[in-house]
């Protein structure tokens, strides 16, 4: 009888532990449904219905509307075009010269990079900046202008001939910008544009070839992408190699190691290396052997 209550006392007890259970992993599994729900909307709330609209997509390979027109820092009538020289890859930047913070990181970042670049401006690569609100001048590009050509500041360069400060119509900007994938949005309530930052590198001839994301760009990128849009015009023998080691990932935006390539290279050289020290040592057993037979 007591071996019977002893049955029933356990079976009771596990049993309640097991409806416990059960209960504890219900009540679990619907906090965590409601965590999920509460931080996607709270993901959704988090982010103002401006930036919902703007981002970057990539035009790879599509040719950009070069016979769009605008006005240079003089106030004169440009085309797009003009600036697309044979030769020399263009660096394309969308911004606005009245920004309050985005825009001027997006310039720093471009100077940054082109003062680590033993290109130069005007000679080796041009960089085209275009404004996308209709409103702004020519003379607030030539202010802004004037301020990135002091902080290139290389000697012998005239980077003034080659960086390029742009503002237009409405018409033009948005022809531009669907063209090269920028989407950027005016908010009404802070009187300010919502847009993403990145650049592009595109070819003499007007083609996207390169996309970089952010406020910052690898100088060895920048170079890299540039080589590749000038069809190898510009760049030293070394700088071929090196780019033959590296791949052009456009999800990121950067260029990574490509290790088949690098081991071939890397083959190569050892075979060459080789090759070279064989030769000069059958040059020295040879020198060797004469001296022996002259003695």
């Not at 097991?18 to 996607?40: D, E, K, P, T």
């Not at 709330?45 to 790879?60: K, S």
Request: a positive charge.
């Amino acid at each position: 009888m007591r071996r019977k209550k002893k049955q029933l006392l356990a079976g009771g007890i596990s049993g309640g532990s097991f409806g416990r259970n059960r209960i504890g992993r219900s009540a679990l599994a619907l906090v965590n449904l409601l965590f999920a729900v509460c931080s996607a909307q709270a993901q959704q709330i988090a982010v103002p219905a401006p930036l919902r609209e703007v981002g970057i997509d990539q035009r790879l390979d599509e040719t950009l509307p070069l016979d769009l027109q605008f006005r240079d820092e003089r106030g004169a009538t440009v085309r797009l075009g003009d600036y697309f020289r044979e030769g020399r890859p263009v660096v394309v930047s969308l911004v606005y010269y009245d920004c309050p913070m985005l825009c001027t990181l997006i310039l720093n970042g471009m100077v940054k990079s082109f003062r680590a670049l033993n290109f130069d401006i005007g000679k080796h690569y041009e960089v085209v900046s275009v404004s996308i609100d209709p409103r702004e001048t020519p003379s607030l590009a030539t202010k802004k202008k004037k301020l990135y050509i002091n902080k290139y500041a290389r000697a012998g360069v005239d980077a003034a001939a080659g960086w390029h400060f742009l503002t237009g119509d409405e018409k033009s900007i948005k022809r531009l910008a669907e063209a090269v994938g920028f989407r950027y949005t005016y908010d009404q309530k802070s009187g300010q544009y919502a847009h993403a930052s990145g650049i592009m590198v595109a070819t003499p001839r007007g083609k996207l070839a390169r996309y970089f994301y952010g406020i910052e760009y690898s100088s060895r990128d920048l170079r890299f992408a540039m080589m590749e849009a000038s069809e190898n015009r510009i760049g030293s023998p070394v700088d071929q190699v090196l780019l033959y080691c590296f791949h052009y990932d456009p999800a990121t935006g950067r260029y990574s190691l490509a290790v088949l390539n690098t081991l071939r290279v890397a083959g190569t050289a050892t075979v060459l290396l080789l090759g070279f020290f064989v030769l000069i040592s059958l040059r020295r057993e040879k020198r060797k052997r004469v001296q022996e037979v002259r003695t």
